[in-house]
């Protein structure tokens, strides 16, 4: 069955610095998504994007953040200057245009320190 | 207001019966999509079940049904025949809009732990 594929699984960063979490979608999807989810709490989403560009964010998503999509494959999170109630665990997902389904990713749990 | 809300913080449930994971909904929306997914120990989000707001019938798939009762706005997940296995964390999510795709708005959640 197709995955969508996150790495790294697990990354500490020290406050200030910046990270890049990286997904590769299922490969005949068009839609892409960022959500996260502090510990123990509910999955917030970020970001959709779709045809090279946002199509929504959410108040979450502000200016230290930003997404890419460097080639045909990869989906990238980027935290410019990461604080430490950035620390979550980032879910990537998936989704075609006439299915239903969603896939997500196995996540990556950040630490910021 | 929430969007979504699961008003049952954890549940209990005997192995071999079954447990009902309740699910609200808020959306002035006519077209919506109504989703839920178990979220293990080990973190990943596994979907399980679907129901779209035009669905005449509930959805079923194997020991997971949706009970969907539009007027009240619930979407609760029905698991039958539990397993040890089921014991996770169990999110109701929606999607507005009569579009595939869209952003999901998730509940706060429910922890099921099924005992032997």
């Known amino acids: 069955e197709p995955e969508v594929t996150q790495t790294p699984s697990h990354q500490v960063t020290q406050m200030g610095q910046e990270v890049i979490l990286r997904c590769v979608p299922i490969?005949?999807?068009?839609?892409f998504y960022w959500y996260r989810q502090i510990l123990g709490q509910k999955v917030e989403f970020l970001v959709s994007?779709?045809?090279?560009?946002?199509?929504?964010k959410s108040e979450i998503f502000d200016d230290q953040f930003s997404v890419e999509r460097p080639d045909g494959s990869n989906f990238t999170l980027k935290i410019r200057s990461t604080k430490l109630e950035d620390s979550a665990m980032y879910f990537c997902?998936?989704?075609?245009?006439?299915?239903?389904?969603?896939?997500f990713g196995s996540g990556t749990r950040l630490t910021v320190v | 207001a929430q969007k979504i809300t699961q008003t049952q913080p954890g549940m209990f449930v005997q192995e071999k019966e079954a447990v009902t994971l309740d699910c609200t909904y808020d959306?002035?929306?006519?077209?919506?999509?109504l989703f839920w997914y178990k979220q293990p120990s080990s973190g990943e989000m596994i979907f399980l079940i679907y129901q779209g707001s035009y669905d005449q019938q509930n959805a079923t798939e194997g020991r997971y049904s949706l009970n969907f009762q539009k007027a009240r706005k619930s979407a609760n997940l029905v698991i039958s025949a539990s397993q040890l296995g089921d014991s996770a964390m169990y999110f109701c999510a929606m999607r507005e809009g009569d579009t595939s795709y869209g952003k999901l708005t998730f509940g706060q959640g429910t922890i099921l732990t099924v005992h032997p």
């Open positions: 997902a998936s989704s075609e245009t006439y299915t239903y389904g969603y896939t």
């Open positions: 490969s005949n999807h068009l839609y």
């Open positions: 994007f779709y045809n090279n560009e946002i199509s929504e």
């Open positions: 959306t002035s929306d006519p077209s919506y999509g």
